[in-house]
């Protein structure tokens, strides 16, 4: 009772604060700081990073903002229980990586398909955001830095009663939700002439803003399917585990990447050199293991480049 | 319902509403400046100002909010404009917003009836007064409501700054959910906060709404109680009377006037003067008649200066009317002082008082505007008022006078200028039988004052052979007849003249 008081007393206290701002205080976010670097000072101390922050001496000591698109669970959300904070396996992974090349990580968040618009144009150095490196992609101006692999997981309703096997014609006739311009879209889409060659209907595509939307269609029947990758999806099946399941996994031609604005060789050259020691010191598996993230496959750091 | 109610208490839920009410608030009144200059440029006849104008609205009402926040967030960078969220996405919104203010403006404007400004002209106010003092209370009493809406479009549009990275209560609400897997409780509580928010800016609205309001005239409005505005001066003292009536003595028809030498006009291929050749002596009283659209109206907007020659000349005491020296038309502004300096006052067949003005301040208004001191002014008012016989009615608005009523006060408003020369443009015709005597009379009385030029255009023969010294009688674009009104009324000498005197009289039966 009284800690709920407190609570109503603080959200007057910080509505009069709103007024006060109002009145001209500036207020910024202070989201996400860097987790005390500490953390990563044996990554940090590694010969190899030493020698990465000598060969990259204008990234030391820098804050570098990474456009993120905070709506996956266990890669990036807002700490529930402190939502002025970002949380996850990629903000870990960021802080790694700064730890090891000497610089801060401070954090500008945007919608899906602003992230790589917002670092093309230079309101945001780097994307560290679950985000899968394509050619279409790299094309908006980035190029990428892989660091794992893509496995995805088609959620279902619980006992998958559309009897739904893969991306594949199982899905003719159906509605898939999806993540607007998520990579999944086309190939929902190309399994359309499939469908029809079969003289069936082509599935349906319905496009939302955050995965957290796409479950609720599926939740409401809306949908009657949702593809992502296989560990935000299994959190939402322990999260709901009555009413949805895995229909399957699959394995995508895909890696997940870090994007960099393409004139940016010395970042980009930086971050292969600082993935490749987190990778091999064995801390992205540890990483992943914190995040319960255990389909995560460990891509070797591989450019691609629109060219 | 706990977390529903745990979510509603969330702190950083709440420093959302920051955001959101400082994107409302940049939006709204950035989107009102640039709105108003957009009307103002779509209203002048500077035709390239206006196309320019005209496109932003095309443009920015034509495409989505969505993608203008984008493009200031993530294309402006490209030329070297890079302003933070906040700022981008508050810009984004003022400049979408402006483009619907422009046509709220815009149709405020239209909506101000056409007779209110010529009787603004026709009192010699300067087109800035005309706009400040005429138009534009008018138009923000109009635009409250539609104000109030576009208020809370613009806190609804501002969860778009979402999507560019503006922390307002929106992002936060999807980051949590995100974050949590508590969807509905969480989408819950941020539809009650909004709620919340358009709920006050709903309530600034009708109080805006009270306070305006033309008909409260007992009770003060919620607003005035609160802010100890001061609205109206005490009343000045009544002095006994601005103009002492005289009694009818010898009246003194002095040099010509007023002079109309080979005037021609037409409306497109409509000729209504064909070559008109008139002269008005000082003092003297003439009344205009003819049928229906023979340009009598025409004839005395002419006079004024509210409508143009296309040929021949229109002096008064020696100027020549809309012109200067040289020839050269006068601007707007110039027009008002000149009519301002010749004295012409009109008095109009639709009575064309400011209708968002009590009767008092239709008389004083005009005289404050142009320099008088309020208490002055205020005096005029109340004496011109009790010389046509509405000292009673001096604090009610036009909309509750009976017609009568209102043109009486329509005379005191062009008396209160001190006019030489006054136009009477078929002052009764608009009226109920049963109303026209007490407006002649109210005529009638000023004819017998000494020195006041008069013409009235006019279909009532018995009173424009009571009062005129000479009655003019146009027909088919030119004076067909003149002379002493007895003389034209009773024994017209042109057959056309004859047939109307006749039609007139059988009507009158």
Known sequence: MTSRRTAAVRAIGI?????????????????????????????????????????????????????????????????????GRYQGFDIDLGNAIGACLGFSVDYVSVGFSELIPTVSSGRADWILSNLYATKERAQGGVDFVSYSKVFDGILV??????????????????????????????????VGPKCEAQGKPAPTTSLFDNSSDCVQAILAGRADAYMNDVNTVNRYIAEHSQDLASADTVMLDYTIGIGVPKNNHDFRDALVGAVTEIQSTGLQGKLAAKWKLDQNAVAQPTVLSAG | ????????????????????????????????????????????????????????????????????????????????ISLPPLMAASVALAMNEAAFFAEIFRSGVRAVDPGQLAAARALGLAPKVVAM???????????????????????????????????????????????????????????????????????????????????????????????????????????????????????????????????????????????????????????????????????????????????????????????DDRGRRLTER?????????????????????????ARANVSGPLCWTGTPKVDADATAEALLAQVGMAGRADALPRRLSGGQQQRVGIARALAMNPRVLLL?????????????????????????????????????????????????????????????????????????????????????
């Open chain 1, 157 to 190: 309703k619980n006992g998958n009663p559309k009897k739904i096997t893969g991306i594949d014609t199982s899905l003719c006739g159906l509605t898939v939700a999806l993540n607007k311009g998520y990579v999944e879209v086309p190939l929902v889409d190309a």
């Open chain 2, 1 to 80: 319902m706990e977390k529903f109610a745990h979510y509603l208490t969330t702190g950083w839920l709440l420093e959302g509403i920051v955001f959101t009410l400082q994107l409302t608030l940049y939006g709204f009144a950035g989107g009102l400046l640039l709105g108003l200059l957009l009307a103002a440029a779509q209203l002048t006849r500077f035709r390239p100002l206006t196309f320019v104008a005209r496109a932003y609205v095309v443009i920015y009402r034509g495409t989505p909010l969505i993608l203008q926040m984008v493009f200031v967030f993530t294309a402006l960078p490209h030329v070297g």
């Open chain 2, 425 to 509: 443009d078929e002052p009764t015709s608009a009226l109920d039988p049963e109303l026209v005597a007490e407006v002649l009379d109210v005529i009638r009385g000023l004819a017998h004052h000494e020195g006041l030029t008069m013409i009235i255009a006019t279909h009532q023969l018995g009173f424009a052979k009571e009062v005129a010294d000479r009655v003019v009688f146009m027909a088919d674009g030119h004076v067909v007849e003149e002379g002493p009104a007895a003389e034209v009324i009773e024994a017209p000498s042109h057959e056309i003249t004859s047939r109307f005197m006749n039609a007139m009289r059988a009507a009158e039966v």
């Open chain 2, 334 to 358: 110039q027009a008002a002082e000149q009519r301002k300096l010749l004295g012409i006052g009109m008095v109009f067949q639709h009575f064309n008082l400011f209708s968002h003005l009590s």
């Open chain 2, 133 to 323: 003092k005429v138009v534009l209370p008018q138009v923000a009493r109009m635009s409250v409501p539609a104000l109030g809406n576009e208020a809370i479009a613009t806190m609804k549009n501002s969860a778009l700054a979402s999507i560019i990275a503006v922390p307002e209560l929106t992002l936060r609400t999807q980051q949590l959910t995100s974050a949590t897997f508590d969807y509905f409780s969480i989408y819950f509580s941020t539809a009650v906060m909004y709620l919340a928010l358009t709920g006050v800016l709903t309530l600034v609205q009708l109080l805006v709404e009270d306070a305006l309001n033309l008909d409260r005239t007992t009770r003060r409005s919620v607003l005035s109680r609160l802010v100890p505005l001061q609205r109206e001066a005490p009343s000045a003292p009544l002095i006994a009377s601005v103009r002492p009536s005289q009694p009818p003595g010898p009246r003194t028809i002095g040099a010509p006037l007023i002079r109309l030498a080979g005037v021609r006009k037409s409306y497109g291929a409509h000729t209504i003067f064909d070559g008109v050749d008139l002269e008005i002596r000082a003092g003297e009283v003439v009344a205009l008649l003819g049928r229906s659209g023979s340009g009598k109206s025409t004839l005395l907007r002419m006079v004024n200066g509210l409508e143009d020659a296309d040929a021949g000349a229109i002096t008064v005491a020696g100027m020549v009317v809309g012109r």
């Open chain 1, 15 to 83: 509505l009069l604060c709103a007024v006060a701002a109002l009145a001209g205080c500036s207020s910024t976010t202070d989201a996400g700081k860097p987790a005390a670097s500490s953390e990563y000072a044996d990554v940090a101390n590694s010969p190899a990073c030493t020698q990465l922050r000598q060969q990259h001496p204008n990234l030391v000591g820098k804050t570098m903002t990474n456009a993120l698109n905070p709506y996956t669970p266990g890669y990036e959300t807002v700490d529930p229980n402190d939502p």
